[in-house]
């Protein structure tokens, strides 16, 4: 099969949700978001809502509830943030390493993501079936891919798809040096020339927006062998009993 020289499909109804996990409060410069910038102006030009939320910004009770003030905290500004979630067909998670892993902020997120793991959606399924979800990282020594398993695992588990190549990122040298987006002495930007953030990133993007659009069309995952009610109620979807094995 040769090139597309267009897009296969639409994107224009579908949503994205950019959650960034940078430890740096608004308005410092993150790398990780300058990364996820290209993905989100890639959505953008094929007429995709994005939203973009810097997690930092907003007070993230830690806890696996949903509304963790009713579970002992004055404050918690998850609840809104995962009413965008929520209504959106894609999540993207965007994250820097440190100390070779995701950052705190990341695993707080996932954390709360993974209160709502029990609710269901029209369908009877958990509430994730049917979204896409994916991750960018961004670092100044190896770890993307050990950080993408985590993040990807954590997605998935709770419901989202993921498609092929479904992570990006980028590493400088090891040790101290420039970070994804910082200037050098000659005017360009680090990363910016990297042949290989650009292909993944792009990969990720339009194999996201792909699924994406198959989920929609085909109306969701199918809704048989994977509804918990129905399965508290007997209905074992061909599952062998004792006898059968």
């Not at 009413?83 to 894609?90: P, Q, T």
């Not at 398993?149 to 590493?171: E, F, K, N, R, V």
């Amino acid at each position: 099969m040769g090139t597309q020289s267009s897009p296969p499909a639409g994107y224009s109804d579908l949503s994205a949700v950019f959650i960034n996990t940078t430890l740096k409060p608004s308005p410092q410069t993150s790398h990780t978001e300058t990364l996820m910038q290209a993905s989100q102006a890639l959505m953008e030009a094929q007429g995709v809502k994005v939203t973009s939320i810097r997690a930092v910004d907003h007070l993230l009770a830690p806890g696996v509830q949903p509304d963790m003030t009713e579970n002992g905290f004055d404050n918690d500004e998850w609840p809104d943030l995962y009413a965008s979630v929520k209504a959106a067909d894609i999540l993207i998670l965007g994250t820097p390493i440190w100390l070779g892993e995701r950052s705190s902020i990341c695993s707080r997120v996932i954390e709360r993501l993974y209160a709502h793991s029990g609710d269901l959606n029209d369908y009877g399924q958990y509430i994730f079936y049917g979204k896409v979800g994916g991750c960018l990282v961004t670092g100044n020594e190896d770890g993307i891919k050990h950080v993408s398993m985590g993040i990807l695992y954590s997605l998935q588990h709770i419901g989202y798809t993921i498609p092929p190549q479904a992570d990006a990122g980028w590493i400088g040298e090891a040790g101290p040096g420039l970070s994804y987006g910082d200037s050098r002495e000659d005017g360009s930007r680090a990363g910016f020339d990297n042949d290989f953030t650009q292909q993944k990133t792009a990969f990720m993007t339009w194999n996201i927006l792909h699924v994406a659009r198959m989920l929609r069309d085909a109306g969701g995952i199918p809704a048989h062998g994977n509804q918990p009610r129905a399965w508290k109620d007997g209905h074992r979807f061909g599952y062998p009993g004792p006898d059968k094995r």
